[in-house]
């Protein structure tokens, strides 16, 4: 895995990842309000889950101008330009334990929402399939394996940073077909319209809910990302008994999809022997 650069480094020609925090829970106390249909809701880590921005609803909502004036730099005057929470935006749980059944757990933000500190951002990339990928390939048992490596309790920048991470781009063999599947997780409410006809769907309606079709989805990306690192059966294998609190049906599934798709990608240790 390590083979892949990693995603702290600036590569020219491909997306890159620029995380941050928004606004901090106690410094920033005065902007939460209660709710208003004309403000924006908060997000915290604990409302999301992987590929959900639905796990919990919002606790606290921000006034859209309030919001804009403190993301502004010092005298920056407010013309009405483009912010990050207008953006389509991948964040994850800044908290997250190697004991935990997932460490990492992210998804992407629908636009117009604001964060707290307990999710850490990504900048918009250069284009929404870019953001959905990231998603989709962080969201892996592969990239939970390297990451559950380092972190304790807190997963700050620096390790995701350390991640290696393949950097596949809309010209690439493989890029649609993983972006599909993740945007199908991803996009089931309305909020994901334009996301979702950007990536190829008609809209939200096209979307994945059923549990049993979405498990599907997840496990035929754990598979594929397997095959993106260049694993062999038995490596993904492994990976797949460190996380003893994941259910068996679950890790079974991915590694069946992996298996699926070895003739697809051709890098798996039978074809290669032949």
Avoid at 41 to 61: C, D, N, R, S, V
Avoid at 253 to 260: E, G, H
């Amino acid at each position: 895995m390590t083979k892949f650069p990693l995603l702290g480094e600036k590569i020219e020609d491909k997306w890159n990842l620029s995380l941050k925090r928004e606004f901090h829970m106690t410094d920033d106390k005065n902007l939460f309000k209660s709710y208003s249909k004309s403000r924006l809701p908060l997000y915290e880590g604990k409302m999301i889950h992987q590929f959900t921005h639905l796990y919990a609803k919002p606790k606290y909502w921000v006034d859209e101008q309030e919001g804009r004036k403190a993301l502004l730099k010092r005298n920056e005057s407010d013309i009405s330009q483009l912010l990050d929470y207008q953006c389509y935006r991948f964040s994850y749980r800044a908290i997250g334990r190697s004991t935990d059944a997932r460490t990492l757990i992210g998804t992407v933000l629908p636009s117009n929402v604001f964060s707290g500190n307990s999710l850490n951002i990504a900048s918009p990339t250069q284009d929404n399939k870019s953001t959905v990928f990231i998603s989709a390939v962080l969201n892996s048992f592969c990239v939970d394996f390297a990451l559950r490596q380092q972190v304790s309790a807190n997963i700050n920048m620096f390790y995701i940073y350390q991640l290696p991470v393949p950097r596949l781009t809309k010209n690439d063999r493989y890029f649609n077909d993983i972006v599909q599947r993740a945007a199908k997780l991803i996009c089931t409410t309305p909020e994901f319209d334009e996301l979702a006809q950007e990536v190829g769907l008609v809209s939200h309606q096209q979307g994945v809910t059923d549990e049993t079709e979405r498990a599907k989805l997840r496990a035929e990306l754990d598979g594929m990302v397997a095959h993106l690192y260049g694993l062999t059966e038995d490596e993904f294998s492994y990976i797949l008994t460190t996380f003893p609190i994941v259910s068996a049906t679950v890790k079974e599934a991915a590694l069946s999809a992996y298996r699926n798709f070895a003739p697809m990608f051709g890098v798996s240790e039978i074809l290669a022997s032949i």
